[in-house]
């Protein structure tokens, strides 16, 4: 299962499943069935059969991630998680790997700002023995102390490494200039200076704060039968629950002005640039508007993005806008690469993109094709058992309730072109801008001097 | 998640006046493998212009998934226009008679439909995922681009700037594309396996329109093409809307193709390029097999003993034994024409390459002198099982998987039939492939190291 590319699949929900031998319309559909029952010891699971396929899932999200790390500690959350299966029970490490290796299965962990998700997938043949392997990695880690220094190193390669993929050293970059001075600007990863000094203690005592069933959500996805809820209570219900704080609220100033920075590498051959800027929460009402805008910005081949700076003006391969939504914050970054002696005309465009949408809105037709694809697109995102589990329990995470997904059609639907170009005046912000251009500086030549004063760091 | 946005292309074609259906049987797609059971309904036939139909009916969601794939790649170049098939099929997104370039993506949005295009050294496939309802809007705009397209100068001129972009991003900024287009071009001498499907920069910039527009009159044949659809559709109307809209296109003779013979290494060949990289990384590759090869099944699973995952026995000792590679791992790349096996690691910053690339050694001969035990042939056996259900979860991914068997077999039951010879693989299989295969003699070493 692929989870890590599944996160990035829309959080949207919807519809559907019952099997008909006709062609249907998006809006004829329902949200297929989902059992959810809460253990003892407060752990909810989300049960979600699904006989098509031989293969069973197991996943399970927390509402703590990255964010939740303490001041000086960063990497801590990302350290813990990915210990879980290095040693669990009387298993060594390797012993771990081999048993899930054996079933044809692996483990994956991930740690996002405000989540952490673990999950593993199986040949349904192998339930139960997937289930054990499962809870035993999640219910009762060794964390020993060799495997903390072996992983902490492996982290600091991975840091140090990351300068060599450029999208993603500048994506980090990024988010670190624009998240500024709350916990998101903080890398999930840690920095050299923190994880260094982190040890066993500090693990063990992260993982007992919020590795707790009352703080999780879990999901059982795909071929199993009825005797799974009492597997479930077996598997899990050794696992203590306790009071978990939740992590105090984080805020960030926008600037006033727009501001811009590089960062240099020799040898670059291209420049990676953002553009960002703050804007809303993922539970802030909205939201959805917000989505539907960014489809046209930026959010597929059509947008405004798009057709300008690739197809009118060649200047990139891909273009983009995202829109970021955190516990506390968000915000809106569009991405791109060019050529270096293109860099100045690339973001001069991008801007007067951004500027134009905010001052003259959107027409009818705009409005009218971004709803079709969010329409059209969304069965795509809940089309399997496991993208559909992933759906609900962020959307736990983040306090918003499954009518999200119940009622996504009828909300996009009813969004009208007031409330859109009302949604872009307020939120579209040209003039409180930030630009991360990531490129081998002496390349550039004067030209960033038409887009504003660069502040210049050397890597 | 970064979406980015790969403009592929695509193209289907030809016929006679009204096609005639060679229908085969209904198949249902099977496999009932150790435990495993999957069962979906396939039907194939083809026109009579040549074009090769496979319908999957799948009513989870009321979605299609629209898959139109060529058997024309980077191979099917010349030396001198390397990249030509991979900018012919962004040129296909630039319009054609009915759809112009721009109301092309337009159209697309305007009715909830997502697609994208991809090319490799021996295909290129296009795909669309859209509503139930738009199954006939897509196909009159798959046959237009396909039967007449614009192929427009100007057009050509900005986008071959985009391809270049994209070049600059896959290969030139990027450490991991040059150690392959620099292992690919060791190992591989005669074939035209050994430059990139995106092409060299000298001939991206060089593009003319008239001999993208020989390649395109070549190859965008419909029976030179596979459309696979598979989702929520009615077949019974589906196949009169094929007919309607396909038989019209005519089919020509297909070139003859002789791809050269690669003669094996006579020693074997170290290439070293430093660039701006905190790390060392290494290639070792040999020269493989095709696809199908009887020989494949057991590569690929001595790749899977090698390198595959956390409990391969490469990762075991470079990664947490030794604590000396980043990562590792190691593939067996069967393509149309034979291919590569390959191990590929990657250092911790500061460390040299002696120490990984003898342990690398001395586990690929172990691989030829004892054999694998009962136990781990049964793990890499299962992984292979998980990885073809793994491939089959969304409607878009099964459409996939018959797509690739039936361009490559002419035959999209290989889906259903290779476990079967995966399972059927023994230990002394597994010694005797490592035997043929992984020579060292015959090894081509491809390092990226930083500057000095």
């Given amino acids: 299962m692929k989870w890590n590319s599944l996160i990035g699949i829309l959080l949207m929900i919807g519809l559907s499943s019952c099997a008909t031998s006709s062609p249907r319309s998006p809006q004829a559909f329902r949200l297929r069935p989902v059992e959810q029952r809460t253990y003892r010891n407060g752990l909810k699971v989300l049960f979600i059969p699904d006989h098509t396929l031989p293969k069973i899932s197991f996943a399970m999200v927390l509402p703590s991630g990255a964010s939740a790390d303490p001041k000086g500690e960063e990497g801590l959350m990302s350290l813990m998680v990915a210990l879980l299966d290095q040693g669990a029970a009387a298993k060594s490490a390797m012993q771990v790997a081999d048993d899930f290796a054996q079933l044809g299965s692996s483990f994956h962990a991930s740690v996002a700002q405000d989540y952490t998700v673990l999950s593993t997938s199986g040949l349904s043949q192998y339930h139960s023995e997937l289930l054990d392997l499962f809870a035993e990695i999640v219910t009762k880690p060794a964390f020993q102390n060799e495997e903390v220094e072996r992983k902490k190193s492996q982290f600091l390669s991975k840091i140090q490494q990351l300068q060599d993929q450029p999208g993603p050293y500048a994506d980090l970059k990024f988010s670190q200039e624009l998240y500024q001075g709350s916990v998101y600007g903080r890398p999930i990863l840690g920095t050299e200076a923190t994880l260094g000094p982190l040890s066993r203690t500090q693990v063990i005592k992260q993982y007992f704060e919020y590795f707790r069933p009352n703080n999780a959500i879990l999901a059982v996805m795909g071929d199993f039968d009825d005797n799974m809820r009492a597997d479930i209570g077996k598997a899990f219900g050794g696992w203590v629950k306790a009071d978990v704080t939740p992590p105090p609220k984080s805020f960030v100033q926008a600037s006033s002005g727009n501001q811009y920075k590089i960062i240099s590498k020799p040898g670059l051959k291209q420049a990676q640039i953002h553009i960002g800027q703050l804007g809303i929460p993922r539970n802030h009402p909205d ?150 251009v990531y490129a081998n500086e002496k390349e550039l030549g004067s030209q960033l001097k038409s887009v504003g004063k660069f502040q210049s760091q050397a890597l | ?198 092409g060299f920069m000298k001939h991206i910039q060089a593009y003319k329109v008239d001999k993208l527009r020989e390649f395109y009159d070549k190859y965008y044949l419909p029976n030179n093409a596979v459309l696979v659809i598979a989702g929520d559709f009615d077949p019974s109307s589906t196949k009169k809307l094929v007919e309607k809209y396909y038989s019209q296109l005519p089919s020509r003779p297909l070139p003859k193709r002789n791809y050269p013979v690669e003669p094996d290494l006579k020693a074997s060949v170290r290439k070293t390029l430093a660039w701006d990289v905190q790390s060392r990384s290494e290639v070792m590759a040999f020269k493989g097999v095709e696809s199908g090869h009887a020989d494949s099944f057991a590569l690929d699973l001595v790749a899977a003993v090698l390198g ?134 015959k090894m081509v070493t491809a390092i990226l190291e930083p500057k000095k």
């Fill in chain 1, 287 to 436: 939201f959805l508007k917000l989505r539907l805008a960014n489809v046209i910005l930026g959010g597929d081949f059509a947008s405004r993005l798009n057709q300008k700076v690739r197809d009118d003006l060649g200047l990139t391969y891909s273009i983009s806008s995202q829109l970021e939504t955190y516990r506390d914050i968000g915000g809106v970054d569009v991405s791109t690469f060019t050529r270096q002696d293109k860099v100045a005309e690339t973001i001069l465009n991008s801007i007067k993109v951004i500027r134009d949408f905010q001052e003259k809105g959107v027409t009818e037709e705009e409005l009218a094709s971004a709803k079709a694809l969010m329409i059209g697109q969304f069965p795509a995102a809940i089309e399997t058992v496991d993208r559909l589990a992933l759906n609900m329990m962020l959307l736990r995470v983040y306090g918003v309730s499954d009518s999200y997904l119940r009622d996504y059609i009828k909300n996009v639907n009813a969004i009208t072109l007031k409330d859109l170009n009302e949604t872009i005046a307020r939120y579209i912000k040209p003039d409180q801008l930030k630009v991360l």
């Fill in chain 2, 1 to 198: 998640m970064k979406k980015i946005f790969q403009k592929k292309i695509y193209k289907i074609i030809r016929s006679s006046m009204l096609a005639h259906l060679f229908l085969l049987p209904v198949l249902f797609g099977s496999i009932s493998q150790a435990g495993l059971k999957i069962h979906f309904p396939v039907e194939k036939y083809q026109l009579s212009n040549g074009l090769t139909v496979i319908l999957s009916e799948d009513h989870s969601v009321p979605m299609i998934s629209y898959h139109t794939w060529y058997r024309v790649g980077s191979r099917d170049e010349s030396p001198e226009m390397t990249g030509a098939a991979h900018m012919l099929e962004h040129m296909m997104f630039k319009g054609a008679k009915k759809y112009s370039g721009k109301d092309f993506d337009r159209i697309l949005q305007e009715n909830g439909i997502t697609n994208n295009a991809f090319t490799s050294f021996d295909y290129t496939g296009f795909y669309e995922n859209l509503p139930s309802s738009k199954l006939e809007l897509i196909m009159d705009m798959e046959v237009d681009r396909m039967r007449s397209l614009a192929l427009r100068p100007e057009d050509l001129k900005s986008e071959l700037q985009v391809v270049g972009e994209e070049r600059r991003w896959r290969v030139d900024n990027n450490p991991g594309g040059l150690l392959r287009e620099l292992m690919m071009g060791t190992l591989f001498k005669i074939h035209p396996y050994r430059w990139p499907t995106i």
């Fill in chain 2, 308 to 441: 595959s995952g956390v409990s391969s026995r490469l990762s075991k000792k470079l990664v947490y034994e030794k604590q000396i590679a980043a990562n590792v791992n190691a593939g067996n790349m069967t393509n149309a024409n034979p291919g590569a096996f390959m191990v590929m690691f990657t250092m911790k910053p500061g460390l040299g390459l002696a120490e990984a690339e003898k342990i690398t050694r001395s586990e690929i001969e172990k691989m030829k002198t004892e054999l694998v035990s009962e136990k781990e042939l049964q793990k890499v056996k299962n992984q292979v099982m998980m990885d073809t259900v793994e491939g089959l979860n969304t409607i878009d991914e099964k459409a996939q998987s018959l797509a690739i068997n039936e361009i490559l077999f002419g035959n999209f039951d290989r889906l259903f039939k290779d476990l079967e010879k995966y399972n059927s693989v023994t230990a002394q299989d597994l010694l005797r492939v490592s035997q043929k295969y992984l020579v060292m003699e």
